[in-house]
């Protein structure tokens, strides 16, 4: 422990479970607040920062949802033919400024505004039509079919879409439909990102002896992007104290988020730790999970009146690091953001594999999970589950979460997998 003592965050040395880690964060973490307003063009897959409130009505009016013959209900015989004679027609665009009377009906296309005091539609293809009359026979239209009524979709004043909403093209769709051309959006989170360790090298440099390429920078790239942050590239630093304070300090002053991967375990953490004191209140967690056990996270401190920089520092093995991304940071960062929860998508699958485990620790297995032969969903685990064997990592598709309490699994059993994309 520094002389600054122990931070708010940490828990003393003992084992900390997954969801308490996951509620200590989320308890920590407030979202930031600043916004800015983009075209809409320019807006998918950005964080709403207000409730857009229609101002209209949708559809602005009653309107008919086939090509057609529009008509009174009232009209419609129940044991013979209902036979109208046609006297206008309607485009959609038209605004039909004429009466009709019992007995009467108009042509009317998809779109078009219904005419005063006609509510129903009957296809065309469902009625006969000729010299000008329209006979439909019982039963084929009930009163008020075929008509979308104004305001069904939404109605003026009520809230279309609220914030922290991520803009799906749908969401796109339905803004513009409310004739909104510029949205409100939360300002991207910055995330400052580095690997440490004297073995890293990067891509295009030749692998010296006793090195490795850094993967885990651009794993967890893509999982950043995946989340549509800004992302702060800043390399690699070497297991050097002068090296890593001014890292980490350029992190600390261009970013919201610092991540890092290596250097969380007991192995030579000690100066890390105390520049990590010196700097904020960061925790240093042994979590009960596999893998990923060593992290960190905390508050970076900038100066009065700044909020801090979250530092999520993550297990250097390739697969704890991104294992505790999905675990932690991911929910993190989108909690910063602004945005709603949006948890990776969860369902329960039968286990094709026996696993062993024994309780007081979440698991995280990779697997593949696709439709068994009788349709219901299956998984099966990936080969070696090495805390660095990215391998398995790369051929799953989801996560076996075995949780804290959980034994070993038999083959068959049902498990609780995330998936990665929410596409299988
Ligand atoms: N005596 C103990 N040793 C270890 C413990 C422990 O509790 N007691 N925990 C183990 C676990 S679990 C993990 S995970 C690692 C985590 O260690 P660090 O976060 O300090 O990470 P490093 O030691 O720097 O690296 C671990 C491993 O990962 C490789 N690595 C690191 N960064 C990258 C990168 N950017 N790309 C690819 N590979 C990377 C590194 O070369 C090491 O092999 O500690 C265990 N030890
Ligand atoms: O649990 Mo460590 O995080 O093996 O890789
Ligand atoms: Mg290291």
Not at 22 to 47: D, F, N, S, V
Not at 128 to 142: C, E, K, N, Q
Not at 267 to 292: E, I, N, Q
Request: include cysteine.
């Amino acid at each position: 422990m520094s002389e600054l003592g122990p931070s708010p965050l940490s828990t003393g040395n003992d084992q900390l479970s997954v969801e308490a880690a996951r509620a200590a964060i989320a308890a920590a973490l407030h979202p930031i607040t600043e916004t800015e307003t983009l075209p809409l063009t320019a807006a998918l897959g950005r964080i709403l920062g207000a409730d857009i409130v229609s101002p209209i009505s949708v559809p602005a009016h009653d309107n008919s949802a086939m090509d057609g013959y529009a008509l009174r209900g009232s009209d419609l015989r129940a044991d013979a033919d209902t036979v109208l004679t046609v006297t206008g027609t309607v485009h959609a665009g038209d605004v039909p400024d004429f009466e009709t009377a019992t007995g009467q009906c108009v042509r009317i296309m998809t779109g078009a505004v219904m005419p005063a005091g006609l509510d129903t539609v009957v296809p065309q293809e469902l009625c006969r039509a000729a010299d000008g009359v329209v006979h439909i026979a019982a039963g084929t239209v009930r009163p008020g079919d075929n008509r979308r009524l104004q305001g069904e979709d939404l109605r003026a004043g009520h809230p279309a879409l609220t914030a922290g909403q991520r803009l799906r093209p749908a969401d796109l769709g339905l803004i513009a439909s409310l004739g909104i051309g510029e949205v409100t959006v939360r300002r991207r989170l910055r995330v400052a990102l580095f690997s440490t360790g004297n073995e890293l090298r990067t891509l295009g440099q030749p692998l010296d002896a006793g090195c490795i390429y850094d993967s885990n920078r651009y794993s967890l790239m893509g999982a950043l992007a995946r989340l549509d942050v800004e992302i702060i590239d800043l390399g690699l630093v070497r297991d050097d104290p002068a090296a890593l304070a001014a890292t980490l300090d350029e992190a600390i002053a261009r970013a919201d988020v610092v991540l890092t991967s290596g250097g969380v375990s007991v192995g030579d953490a000690d100066y890390t730790k105390d520049l990590l004191a010196s700097r904020g209140d960061v925790a240093f967690w042994k979590v009960a999970m596999r893998p990923g056990r060593p992290f960190a996270f905390g508050p970076l401190h900038r100066g009065e009146g700044r909020t801090p920089a979250w530092l999520f520092a993550l297990p250097g093995n390739p697969v704890a690091a991104l294992v505790t991304f999905y675990a932690f940071a991911r929910d993190g960062l989108l909690q910063l953001a602004g945005a709603k929860p949006q948890p990776l998508p969860a369902l329960r699958a039968r286990c094709t594999t026996a696993i062993r485990k024994r309780p007081g620790r979440t698991e995280f297995q990779r697997g593949i999970v696709s439709p068994g032969v009788d349709g219901q969903w299956e998984v099966r685990l990936t080969g070696t589950q090495g805390a660095g064997v990215l391998r398995s990592m790369s051929e799953a598709n989801a996560l076996v979460v075995l949780g804290h309490a959980q034994t070993s699994v038999a083959a068959g059993d049902a498990v609780d997998v995330w998936l990665f994309d929410g596409l299988v």
